[in-house]
């Protein structure tokens, strides 16, 4: 995934709160966020901060903090609009898409290899060291896949070119991935919440939900309608 929210990228909820006459450090905010998360110690998460901009190309930007785990990401803001101040937070998730550049960054790999061979090897003896390689590679995919290897998996899946080719043809989406998905998609929000209500508990702030979807991994899940 990439740190910038892509265009193609599906918003899953999107939630925020407002107080009047209230001020309040964002990078505070980010800090006990990131604290509160770090103690919790929830596997395979990335945090960063990352900056969007306000407007066009050259408008202010706005630094965000950001929560990766797989292809879910959380963004959540803090910032004083006029004198008021507000505190938001959106769930992404990014579909897995193969394109045309990881492939050729896939054949390009194997190429370089094997023309830095060849002159030692020679063209056979170049081919064949090559093909092992590929074979090798496909079996640290199936070994990762079947050993359930957590770092390795995360470390396959963050390649660049061989990650989307991993996950779409090797990984496997088990019952236990698509749980602790879920229960990703659960924690972070309501962490991010408990920590805006301690910060502004005192001055009454009421968290208005402007979005309410289900989550959507794949065709497991589908929007659905707000309901009151």
Known sequence: ????????????????????????????????VEAELTARKIPGISISRVEYSEGGLLSYKRTYLRVIRERLAFDACAAPFGTEFFFSYRSVYSPLRVQLWHLLVVFLTFGSIFLMLVRPLGLFFAGLAVLSLIFATIQAFQNAVAAALGDLDSFLMKIPGFGPIYETWFRKDTYYRQDTRLTYLEIIPRL????????????????????????????????RPKTD
Request: hydrophobic share 40%.
């Open 192 to 223: 991010v919440q408990k920590i805006m209500d301690e910060i502004t508990a005192k001055d009454g702030v009421k968290l208005i939900n402007q979005y309410e979807r289900a989550p959507i991994l794949g065709d497991l899940y589908k929007r």
């Open 1 to 32: 995934m990439n740190i910038f929210k892509r265009k193609e990228d599906d918003l899953l909820a999107h939630n925020i709160a407002i107080a009047a006459n209230f001020e309040f450090s964002p990078q505070e905010f980010y800090d006990r």
